[in-house]
């Protein structure tokens, strides 16, 4: 950020979310992104400031720790035992013991891509009698194809089960064969999100909405049992829309978004619009957790994350090229995936492996994954979605869970390392 020269001050040192420091007039309108330090003064007092405190920027961040959760959205219906929900089950049960926030269940229908996963409801109802701790998160509902108040009573029921530890993120859907379930629902998907949203609030809290009933008299409803928590926590989910992540600091919701169709810089500036909008409204500044989805595998070596990772990783795009193709996009090349020989496919298939473990995924040692989360750290993410079930075995997952936990339990304290000032 360049620095109008003619500005007689006063002054004060600013940061924009990638850490970098700089000095600007108070009289001026900051540019987008660029949130101020309070620290006053002449220019060359600013600038004597910056030279001889690097941390300034780490001491005014809103982070205090890095949080991690679980999730899950893979296609692996077949365990060799027989038991199809085992990874789900007993790693639920490790990450509740061993320092993780939350467990993400999506909600998928109709493709055998998350195809475990229709009615992430049942399964935490489940997964809340085998657990006291960990968060239980639905990332996401899709909120048009379902009447608000069965979402607000499937939830309540869970929030109950588990002693007040529901959290929902919230979708419109995008696939139209989804929209088989609500098909009139599929042209004012956005609209019926935000309506049904805002009615399984209400619900949650305890208020009536109004229904029509059976003669077609118009009466109040309101849910049982009563949630035990008396506000429902929020997030939105969202790819990489601008106006969405406006949207979310607009309300005053979490959000949980991933890397596939932006990224890290990117994302840092949908971030940055984000806390700004959220403090336009009203929101505490620093306040609002922003969750990213990264596939996941550590291991103690390169060699051993490419042996167990690499070809379940690819078979994993090759199934949904959806997803390969946002990727391609995201890093500036227009593929045209049904075109592409085998040969070729292969080729882009170990290119998106090698860019993911590389810096957008938890694919990787606990070093490199330390590199990104300090990354990810400074742009103001506060959560990272390990996605474990994309392919590699069960078995395989297990065993090298235990090097996730001990990253988890090193990386759950730890700042963004500091970044050299740039004035």
Partial sequence: MSLPGASPGPFQVVRNPLGRTSVWPTSRTLPTGWTPAEIFGTRQQCLNAISQNSEVTDQRLPLQRMSFSLMFFGDQEFDGTGDKYRLLQETAKRADRSGFDAIWLPERHFTQFGCLYPSPAVLHAALARETSRISLRAGSVV?????????????????????????????????????????????????????????????????????????????????????????????????????????????????????????????????????????????????????????????????????????????????NLGLLKNLAISRGSEAELEGLSATELDQMLSWAFDKFVGGRSFMGTPQTCQQLIHELLRIGVTEVACLLDFGPSTDTILEHFGQLETLVQQASQCRPAPRDSTV
């Fill in 143 to 319: 909120m048009p194809l379902h009447h608000p108040v069965r979402v607000a009573e499937d939830w309540a029921v869970v929030d109950n089960l588990s002693n007040g530890r529901v959290e929902l993120a919230f979708a419109s859907g995008w696939h139209p064969n989804d929209f088989a379930l609500a098909p009139d629902q599929y042209g004012q998907r956005n609209e019926r999100m935000q309506s049904g949203l805002r009615q399984v609030r209400q619900l949650w809290r305890g208020e009536a909405i109004n229904l029509r009933n059976g003669t077609g008299q118009t009466v109040p409803v309101r849910i049982y049992p009563t949630p035990i928590q008396p506000e429902l926590k929020v997030w939105l989910t969202i790819a990489g829309s601008r106006e969405s992540f406006v949207q979310a600091g607009r309300d005053g919701f979490d959000v949980l978004t991933h890397l596939f169709n932006q990224d890290v810089e990117q994302l840092a500036e949908n971030i940055g619009l984000y806390r700004k909008t959220r403090q336009q409204h009203g929101w505490p500044e620093g306040s609002g957790r922003v969750a990213v989805a990264l596939h996941t595998f550590v291991a103690q070596t390169v060699d051993q994350v490419i042996q167990h990772a690499k070809e379940p990783y690819c078979e994993y795009l090759r199934t």
